[in-house]
C-alpha cells in the first residue's frame, strides 16, 4: 500500500473526531440520589448516531444518539440504597464515571425567597447545624441565572449534609427532606432551584404563558420593552442614576451617624428584558428547563409573596397553568406540595378588610380542588408581623412531608389543617362543615373561636360568634346578621387570634364562602364563578 494511503487510514481511524464525545449535565455527578423503584432518565450528548451504554448496579441500558448527538435513557435503580454505587456511562472510548450514587426518594425544590432561605439565617438552629451527620440526605443547589432561551444545563453540585454543607441548604427543604429520612429509613435527595422575590410567572415556561390570555399579556409586554430595548441608552441612564446615588452616598458618609437617611437601594445595571430575572418564561430557561426530566418522586413549592399584588393574574390560575407546564416537560404527574402563605404584617382589627394577601392565601387553597395530586402546608400560625421571612421554617417543612407521607408513603395520618369543606344556612346560622378534622375540631387555646367573619347580602362584614358543634362543624352567627349569606375566617394578612385547629393541632386554612369582588370589579367574581360552574 502507498504510503500516503497508510497516512490517510491511520487518521481515519484515531481521528479525534473518529471518536465518540460523550458529555452529561452538571447534576449527573457524583453524590446524586437516583429516584428508587423506577427507571431513572439520564441523558447527555455524544457523536451523532454513536451508541451509548449506561450502567449501573449490574443493570444495564443502551440508546443511540440522536443525529443532533443527544440521547436519553432509563437505567433501573431498583429498591432503596444507602451504599454508594458507581454509574458509567460510555460510548466508543469515552467513560464517565460517576461515584458514590445512592438510591431512594429524589423531590425537586423551587420557589423564591423563602425556599431560598438557608439554615445558618436562624440562630436557634445552630444546634441543629452542629449535629447535622446525615450523609443520606443530599442536596444538590443550583446558582441563580438568567437565560433568553431554554438551557440544557446548569452548574452547582451535590453534597452529603454536614456541619460543613447545612449552613447553606435552604431551610425547608432540609426539615422536608430529614422527615422523610427519619420516617422512611432511606435517602433522600433534594434538587433545590430558587430565586427570592420572583414571581409564579418567571418560573413557568413561555409557551404555557401564551395559553392563558392573562400572563399572555404579560409575555407580550416583555417582548415589546425587549424590542424597544437600547443597551446604549439604558448603560447610559444607569451610570447617572449610579452617579446621582455616589453622591448621595457621600453626602450622608459626612453627617453624624444620628443625622443620616437611609440611602435608596444601588442602582442595578441594565439587563435586556429577555435576560432579566423576574420576567415571564426567565428562570424557567435556565433554572428549571434544564432538570426537565430528571426523575423524581415530586417537588415542594414555597412561593406566592410576589404575586400576592394589586393587578396579578389570580394564582389559582398561574400556579395550575405552571404545575401543568412542569409536569409536562417531565412526562409525569408527579405530586406537587405547596407552602400557602404566612401571617405577615400587622393584624387588622376590622371585619371585612379588603387583602390582597389573603385573598392569594384563599387561592392557593382553590388549587387544592382543581388540580390533582397537589397539598398545601398551612402555616398561618408561624409568621412574622415584621418579617417576610419567617424564622420557624422547620414547620413549613415538616408540614410539607406530612403530605408526602401520606399520599405518596401511605401512612395514616392527619396530614394538613382544616380546609373548607362546605357551608349551609340554618336559619339565622351558617354552618361550616371542614375536610382534615383528624379525630375532631378544637380551639388551639381553650379559647372560644376568633377570626370568623358573617355577612349579609348587603355585604357588610362583622365579627362572628363561632362555635364547634360536631366532629367536623362550625356554626357561626351574630346578631348583626339576621339572615347571613356568606362566611369567611382568617381573612387577614395576619389574622391574629385565628385559632381553629384539627386533633393534630394544625391550623385550619383561610376560606370564604362568597366569591364577592372586594377590590371594585366584578370581572374577577364571574370569571370565578363561571370556573366552579365548569
Known amino acids: 500500500m502507498p504510503r500516503f494511503l497508510l497516512l490517510v487510514a491511520f487518521a481515519t481511524v484515531f481521528s479525534p473526531a473518529a471518536q465518540a464525545e460523550l458529555s452529561v449535565p452538571n447534576f449527573f455527578s457524583d453524590h446524586m440520589v437516583l429516584q428508587r423503584d ?3 432518565e439520564i441523558w447527555g450528548k455524544a457523536t451523532a448516531g454513536s451508541e451509548v451504554n449506561v450502567q449501573f448496579k449490574g443493570n444495564r441500558s443502551t440508546v443511540v444518539a440522536g443525529p443532533d448527538g443527544r440521547w436519553r435513557v432509563g437505567v433501573e435503580t431498583g429498591k432503596a440504597d444507602a451504599a454508594g454505587a458507581d454509574l458509567t456511562i460510555q460510548s466508543g472510548s469515552h467513560r464517565i464515571t460517576i461515584h458514590d450514587v445512592l438510591v431512594g426518594e429524589v423531590w425537586f425544590a423551587s420557589g423564591q425567597s423563602n425556599m431560598v432561605f438557608t439554615m445558618n439565617r436562624v440562630p436557634a438552629y445552630a444546634d441543629v447545624i452542629a449535629k447535622s451527620d446525615y450523609p443520606q440526605i443530599r442536596m444538590f ?14 452548574d452547582g453540585q451535590w453534597t452529603l449534609c454536614s456541619p460543613k454543607s447545612m449552613p447553606g441548604y435552604s431551610a425547608v427543604a432540609f426539615f422536608f427532606a430529614r422527615k422523610l429520612h427519619e420516617e422512611l429509613g432511606i435517602p433522600v435527595g433534594v434538587i433545590k432551584s430558587a430565586w427570592g422575590g420572583k414571581p409564579v410567572e418567571t418560573f413557568t415556561s413561555r409557551a404555557a404563558l401564551d395559553s392563558l390570555p392573562g400572563t399572555k399579556a404579560l409575555v407580550d409586554a416583555m417582548d415589546k420593552a425587549d424590542a424597544n430595548y437600547n443597551e446604549a441608552k439604558a448603560q447610559v441612564a444607569y451610570r447617572s442614576r449610579l452617579d ?22 444601588k442602582p442595578t445595571k441594565p439587563k435586556r428584558p429577555l435576560d432579566t430575572e423576574g420576567k415571564p418564561g426567565v428562570l424557567f430557561n435556565s433554572m428549571i428547563n434544564p432538570f426537565a426530566g430528571y426523575t423524581i418522586r415530586g417537588a415542594i413549592w414555597y412561593q406566592g409573596e410576589g404575586n400576592a399584588k394589586p393587578g396579578a393574574v389570580p394564582y389559582d390560575q398561574t400556579l395550575p397553568l405552571m404545575i401543568r407546564d412542569w409536569r409536562t416537560r417531565w412526562n409525569d404527574d408527579f405530586s406537587f406540595y405547596f407552602v400557602q402563605l404566612a401571617n405577615y404584617r400587622q393584624p387588622s382589627t376590622m371585619p371585612g378588610t379588603p387583602d390582597h394577601w389573603a385573598l392569594l392565601q384563599d387561592r392557593m387553597r382553590l388549587v387544592l380542588d382543581t388540580t390533582p395530586k397537589t397539598g398545601m402546608a398551612i402555616i398561618n400560625d408561624v409568621g412574622d408581623a415584621k418579617d417576610i421571612h419567617p424564622k420557624n421554617k422547620h414547620d413549613p417543612g415538616e408540614r410539607l412531608a406530612l403530605w408526602a407521607l401520606a399520599k405518596d408513603y401511605g401512612q395514616e395520618l392527619v396530614y394538613s389543617g382544616p380546609l373548607f369543606q362546605s357551608s349551609s344556612l340554618q336559619g339565622a346560622s ?6 382534615q378534622a383528624g379525630d375532631g375540631l378544637k380551639s388551639r387555646d381553650g379559647e372560644t373561636l376568633k377570626r370568623f367573619e358573617i355577612a349579609g347580602k348587603d355585604r357588610i362584614w362583622h365579627w362572628a360568634d363561632a362555635k364547634i358543634d360536631g366532629p367536623s362543624s362550625v356554626v357561626v352567627t351574630s346578631d348583626a346578621v339576621p339572615n347571613p349569606v356568606a362566611v369567611r375566617y382568617a381573612w387577614a394578612a395576619n389574622p391574629k387570634g385565628a385559632n381553629l385547629v384539627n386533633s393534630a393541632g394544625l391550623p385550619a386554612s383561610v376560606f370564604r364562602t362568597d366569591d364577592w369582588d372586594d377590590f371594585g370589579s366584578e370581572s374577577e367574581a364571574k370569571s370565578k364563578r363561571l370556573q366552579r360552574q365548569q
Open 141 to 154: 443547589n443550583a446558582p441563580t441565572v438568567t437565560a433568553v432561551t431554554p438551557q440544557e444545563d446548569i
Open 430 to 435: 351558617v354552618r361550616v362543615t371542614f375536610d
Open 244 to 265: 446621582q446615588w455616589e453622591a448621595d452616598a457621600r453626602e450622608q458618609r459626612k453627617l453624624p451617624a444620628d443625622q443620616r437617611k437611609k440611602l435608596a437601594r
Open 38 to 40: 423506577r427507571p431513572a
